[in-house]
């Protein structure tokens, strides 16, 4: 009861943490089901979660942009860039995709390194560098791929993560364990703080934050295998790759920005 008090007496100080964004995607969530009765399946959820996967990736880089009081207008063209570099070389150079992927990558360092040098060491503000990136780099994409603005990629593995799904028994093999080693993580933090004299939430609030995460892995990895497929013939199951890559991402960078001094 005194850590529910002191929570809404946060919330009423203007300190809401991120219950606006929780409060807004509920609503939204109502309003589309309105629009159409088949926003809430199983099908539509699948779909989001692979489509919503790069923004989200793209959403905690950006995090350290705006933890430093920046911005980056750019972000999304340099992703776009550096991924027809990947398809180039996959597609039009054969090479492994592999090698591809790394490149990649290494392409979208040199664009925020070179931002970044921009910004920090002469002094441009962030705002006027990323705008110019918007710009150029879509130049760079029409320049890599050419006017018709797609590569056919058939690789197993790079379309395999927009288009496969992890087994039902994978699935549940998953969620069990990440509720396992998050149960395990806090409880072994709050016995650290009870221990050292830290301040710390009671034990029964630890508990409940668990139950609650544990709830909803379990009704998302339900929900995610049963089949969502509009052809009985084709029967589709299972959580989609995206959704185990942006979790293991989240939580790196959740550890990264709150267990390091960096």
Request: proline share 3%.
């Amino acid at each position: 009861g005194e850590s529910v008090r002191a929570y809404i007496t946060r919330v009423r100080g203007g300190d809401m943490g991120a219950l606006p964004s929780v409060f807004g995607l509920v609503v939204l969530f109502i309003v589309f089901n309105f629009a159409n009765d088949r926003f809430l399946s199983n099908l539509n959820m699948a779909n989001l979660i692979t489509q919503a996967g790069s923004i989200i990736i793209l959403a905690m880089g950006l995090v350290m942009v705006l933890l430093l009081g920046e911005i980056d207008l750019s972000a999304g063209f340099a992703g776009g860039v550096s991924a027809c570099v990947m398809g180039v070389l996959m597609v039009e150079q054969n090479q492994n995709w592999v090698i591809s992927v790394l490149a990649a990558l290494l392409f979208g360092a040199a664009i925020g390194l070179s931002i970044g040098l921009l910004v920090a060491k002469l002094g441009i503000p962030s705002f006027v560098v990323t705008l110019a990136y918007f710009l150029a780099l879509q130049g760079g994409a029409l320049w890599l791929i050419g006017e018709g603005g797609s590569v056919r990629i058939d690789q197993d593995v790079i379309s395999g993560i927009a288009n496969s799904n992890m087994s039902v028994a994978a699935g549940w093999i998953s969620a069990v364990v990440i509720i396992t080693v998050l149960a395990v993580l806090r409880l072994l933090q709050h016995r650290r703080k009870v221990s050292l004299g830290l301040q710390h939430q009671p034990l029964a609030l630890v508990a409940v934050q668990i139950a609650v995460v544990g709830i909803i892995v379990l009704v998302v990895t339900y929900v995610l295998n049963q089949n969502r497929s509009v052809n009985p013939t084709f029967p589709i199951r299972g959580i989609p790759y995206v959704l185990p890559m942006v979790v293991v991402l989240l939580i790196f960078w959740t550890c990264m920005l709150s267990r390091t001094s960096w």
